[in-house]
Nanobody, 115 residues
Framework: QVHVVESGGGLVQPGGSLRLSCAAS????????MGWYRQAPGKQRELVAQ???????NYADGVKGRFTISRDGAKNTVYLQMNSLKPEDTAVYYC?????????WGQGTQVTVSS
């Protein structure tokens, strides 16, 4: 049984910051990539950022320079530091954990950017 649990969402004013965390636990091994996706109302789920085993990262164009993804391999945990938040960043953020033979998702955490 594998559990993927996100935390850190909430309500923040435009220009503010939030830090999301995601911990994977259970019978999980050889994680290849950990990432964050988001889904706004009426829109498709989209990639926000991902970090691949070895440390390389990918970011969506709209978050480059504002968001930073990092990973603690020993704890199977991935973080997303979000700065200079904009109302268009409002969405449910989902954590994704992938290996060669598995693909797990968390339940999502709401991020709302509003004044």
């Amino acid at each position: 049984q594998v559990h993927v649990v996100e935390s850190g969402g909430g309500l923040v004013q435009p220009g503010g910051s939030l830090r999301l965390s995601c911990a994977a636990s259970g019978s999980i091994f050889s994680i290849y990539v950990m990432g964050w996706y988001r889904q706004a109302p009426g829109k498709q789920r989209e990639l926000v950022a991902q970090i691949i085993d070895g440390g390389s990262t990918n970011y969506a164009d709209g978050v480059k320079g504002r968001f930073t993804i990092s990973r603690d391999g020993a704890k199977n945990t991935v973080y997303l530091q979000m700065n200079s938040l904009k109302p268009e960043d409002t969405a449910v953020y989902y954590c994704n954990v992938r290996g060669i033979v598995y693909d797990y998702w968390g339940q999502g955490t709401q991020v709302t950017v509003s004044s």
